[in-house]
């Protein structure tokens, strides 16, 4: 059975995870994926959530002994009350890609939820041994600015998911340490030592060839909401701290698992973002119009969150 990492786990898998790094050691918490008949109804069952949205509709169900998800264009999975188990049951000829989405991207942030922790849909890095997090919508640079980043002494933290720790100090985990970006912006880089392969949407993945195999959490310093702005001579970016209502409904929105966690589990979600934004800072960031000068913006994060760096909002 391979075993791969992702996101602070070690998966013991029967499918084939395209594009996820061979576990190293026996660091991580065990999820094992199988092969097996998912049920298409229980008696028991208590839908919590969904996405009606075409083409692919999804759902969560909560189960006396787990959970079900069902994606209708991938298949069901069957999910153990505690996590660590995964059977899933696929639709015939389903790309690996697809399965891949639905491990990242719904399952495994399920696994957190059980677990206590919260799943944003974020990209980050990791600067002074402290992490700094973007979130924002498509096409408003969060994997341009992290390339920049990690271009001026940064390191590639996690791409689209990030495992987040409600401790007394939250901590987040190591996630899938790609950069996606478009071609005219990988154009450009400056950064040695990178592969690079192009994903089904067109943009280049960009992989370091030197593995990073250090897992510890580190504590999450900030989270970002990214956004545009007219280039501006004197300011290439501009942050804000957003009040704790506004913070709050940014982490909300940003949950991973999004409208898949309703219902009875709407309250627990709220409480958890809550302990989040009353213990890390939330920044709206306003970046200028201008590819040209993203090096500078990078250097205004580096200077915020640089060692010994004393410079406020």
């Not at 991207?105 to 059980?114: D, E, T, V, Y």
């Not at 990988?186 to 250090?214: P, Q, Y």
């Not at 506004?246 to 940003?254: I, N, P, R």
């Not at 009875?264 to 970046?287: C, F, G, H, N, W």
Request: with cysteine; proline share 5%; glycine share 8%.
């Amino acid at each position: 059975m391979p075993n791969y990492s992702a996101l602070g786990f070690r998966i013991e898998s029967r499918l084939y995870l395209t594009g996820l790094r061979a576990a190293f050691g026996e660091h991580g918490e065990v999820v094992r994926i199988l092969a097996g008949a998912v049920p298409t109804h229980h008696p028991t069952e208590l839908r919590i959530g969904g996405d009606p949205t075409p083409p692919c509709l999804v759902r969560l169900y909560a189960l006396a002994d787990g959970y079900r998800f069902e994606h209708e264009c991938t298949g069901r999975y069957a999910v153990s009350a505690d996590g660590s188990q995964i059977i899933a049951d696929l639709v015939p000829d389903v790309s690996n890609d697809s399965v891949r989405l639905d491990v990242l991207g719904r399952l495994l942030p399920l696994a957190m939820h059980i677990r206590g922790q919260l799943c944003l849909h974020a990209s980050a890095v990791s600067i002074a041994e402290r992490v700094i997090a973007f979130v924002a919508p498509k096409g408003t640079g969060k994997s341009t600015l992290a390339l920049a980043l990690v271009n001026q002494g940064a390191t590639t933290f996690a791409d689209d998911a990030l495992r987040v720790w409600l401790d007394a100090q939250p901590t987040v985990t190591p996630g899938i340490r790609n950069i996606r970006v478009q071609p005219d912006v990988r154009a450009r880089s400056r950064a040695a030592g990178w592969m690079s392969s192009v994903a089904i949407d067109g943009k280049f993945v960009l992989e370091s060839e030197t593995v990073d195999e250090d897992e510890r959490p580190r504590e999450l310093d900030a989270i970002y909401v990214l956004s545009t702005a007219a280039a501006d001579a004197d300011a290439p970016v501009a942050r804000t701290r957003l009040s704790h209502r506004d913070a709050l409904l940014v982490v909300l929105g940003q949950g991973k698992l999004g409208s898949l966690l309703g219902g009875s589990e709407t309250a627990t979600q709220i409480d958890r973002a809550m302990i989040l934004v009353s213990k890390v800072p939330v920044y709206s960031a306003a970046i200028a119009r201008d590819l040209g000068r993203v090096d500078d913006v990078a250097m205004k994060f580096l200077k915020w969150h640089g060692v010994g760096s004393t410079e406020s909002a």
